[in-house]
């Protein structure tokens, strides 16, 4: 059990190419992720606070884009 649970993560670190409907949703997601920012941009101040949440959106698209490309079968 462990080395398959192994072998799960290891493949996360692997390259995955997308499929034309993966990508088709990844950007989807990127599309609405740039209207947050936006968003986030105009409503928030200039702060290191801003800052902190532009990068966690960027890391949020990101891992969604993941779940995409590493959607079992």
């Known amino acids: 059990m462990q080395d398959l649970q192994l072998t799960e993560l290891l493949n996360t670190?692997?390259?995955?190419?997308?499929?034309?409907l993966q990508i088709e949703k990844?950007?989807?997601i990127r599309e609405e992720f740039k209207d947050l920012?936006?968003?986030?941009?105009?409503?928030c101040p200039a702060s290191a606070?801003?800052?902190v949440c532009?990068?966690?959106l960027h890391e949020?698209?990101?891992?969604?884009?993941k779940s995409i490309v590493l959607?079992?079968?």
């Open 54 to 56: 532009f990068r966690k």
């Open 49 to 51: 606070d801003r800052t």
């Open 71 to 73: 959607e079992k079968k």
């Open 13 to 20: 670190f692997d390259h995955h190419t997308p499929n034309q």
């Open 37 to 43: 920012v936006e968003t986030v941009y105009e409503l």
């Open 26 to 28: 990844i950007l989807l």
């Open 60 to 65: 949020a698209m990101m891992t969604a884009n």
